[in-house]
């Protein structure tokens, strides 16, 4: 099993910053890869970032150039974040950690794993 909690969110003016941090715990040597979603008032959840074990970083084109994704795997934490820019009003969402475990136990099988969210609020 993976637990991940969020930390950060809250209240920013367009133009401004926000940083999220993810911190997984559990079975979390098999996670891979680690994102950050989010879901807006009356829309789907959707991707904003995903990083890799080995690096590898996507983002989806409404962030890019303005989130930054990294990760900190030392020792047996795993923790990661999320460097937000130049927000604007619509980054107004819930912002959920993601972790996805795969296993085989005869077939091969992946796991999601989910934070609670965090609310991150951007006023114009």
């Known amino acids: 099993q993976v637990q991940l909690v969020e930390f950060g969110g809250g209240l920013v003016q367009a133009g401004g910053s926000l940083s999220l941090s993810c911190a997984a715990s559990?079975?979390?040597?098999?996670?891979?890869?680690m994102a950050w979603y989010r879901q807006a008032p009356g829309n789907q959840r959707e991707l904003v970032a995903l990083i890799g074990g080995n690096g590898f970083t996507n983002y989806s084109e409404s962030v890019k150039g303005r989130f930054t994704i990294s990760q900190d795997n030392a020792n047996t934490k795993k923790t990661v974040f999320l460097q937000m820019n130049s927000l604007k009003p619509e980054d107004t969402a819930v912002y959920y950690c993601?972790?996805?475990?795969?296993?085989?136990?005869?077939?091969?099988?992946?796991?999601?794993?989910w934070g609670k969210g965090t609310l991150v609020t951007v006023s114009s």
């Open positions: 559990g079975t979390i040597f098999t996670i891979n890869p």
């Open positions: 993601n972790a996805k475990r795969t296993v085989f136990d005869g077939t091969w099988k992946t796991f999601d794993y």
